[in-house]
């Protein structure tokens, strides 16, 4: 009876998180990209922490760009460059 029940259970886990469950383990705090401040809002190039930040972000980038309070800061061309230098692209959302 336990196993059906942890089955349906990931399963909705998968659906509630677009099908990924990477979200899950990120802590999606939209705070960590500090970093990456200057780099996105300026032509500096992005800085080492500002990598890892991203990377470590990458599974909550797509609800940052559906939160209307993020969304001009991350939903930009300067943002997808600075994550594309850090070789991060942006996922499909």
């Known amino acids: 009876m336990k196993l059906p029940s942890l089955i349906i259970l990931c399963i909705l886990l998968v659906a509630i998180n677009?099908?990924?469950?990477?979200?899950?383990?990120?802590?999606?705090?939209?705070?960590?990209?500090s970093p990456c401040a200057t780099a996105i809002l300026s032509t500096i190039a992005p800085s080492e922490t500002c990598c890892e930040k991203i990377k470590e972000q990458r599974p909550c980038l797509c609800s940052y760009i559906k939160n209307p309070r993020l969304q001009r800061f991350i939903n930009t061309p300067n943002a997808r460059k600075v994550a594309a230098t850090c070789g991060t692209p942006f996922p499909t959302c």
Do not use: F, R, T
């Not at 677009?18 to 990209?33: K, W």
């Open 18 to 33: 677009g099908g990924s469950l990477a979200a899950v383990a990120a802590d999606c705090n939209p705070i960590q990209l």
